[in-house]
């Protein structure tokens, strides 16, 4: 594994707040809202897992402050979704911190999803 570089790790959190993917319920992967599945407002987990644990090793004690806020949001708003529709979900609209479900794309978003439920449950044991 690489070893990190602290300025450069938390150049990224700064990257991504400053270039607004830094949402209320997490990080959006991107800042077209076409429709499509994988543009704003959507945030997916693995790629929330990607960037959380990223900030954590190599951020330093700024990278792990962002992380474990990022990681809080995350749950959070998964706990509300999972509170109102009784399912975890694919992806998640990022835009409200009060937490929906994720849209757009070819299909209907998808419940059950094991990466939703790996990412929370990586989340509660390493930031709760």
């Known amino acids: 594994m690489a070893e990190g570089n602290e300025a450069q790790g938390a150049k990224v959190g700064g990257a991504l707040?400053?270039?607004g993917l830094v949402g209320l319920a997490g990080i959006a992967t991107t800042l077209y809202p076409t429709g499509q599945q994988w543009d704003y407002p959507n945030g997916w987990p693995p790629l929330q897992h990607m960037l959380i644990e990223g900030a954590a090793k190599y951020g330093?004690?700024?990278g792990r402050t962002f992380a474990a806020d990022l990681a809080h949001t995350w749950v959070?708003?998964?706990m509300r979704v999972f509170n109102n529709t009784g399912h975890m979900h694919e992806k998640?609209?990022?835009s409200h911190a009060s937490g929906?479900?994720?849209r757009g794309g070819e299909y209907a978003p998808q419940v059950g999803f094991g990466?939703?439920?790996g990412v929370a449950l990586?989340?509660?044991s390493k930031y709760y």
């Open 92 to 94: 998640y609209d990022v």
């Open 122 to 124: 990586d989340f509660l």
């Open 76 to 78: 959070n708003m998964n």
């Open 60 to 62: 330093g004690a700024a």
């Open 115 to 117: 990466w939703s439920n």
């Open 100 to 102: 929906l479900v994720g």
């Open 17 to 19: 707040q400053s270039f």
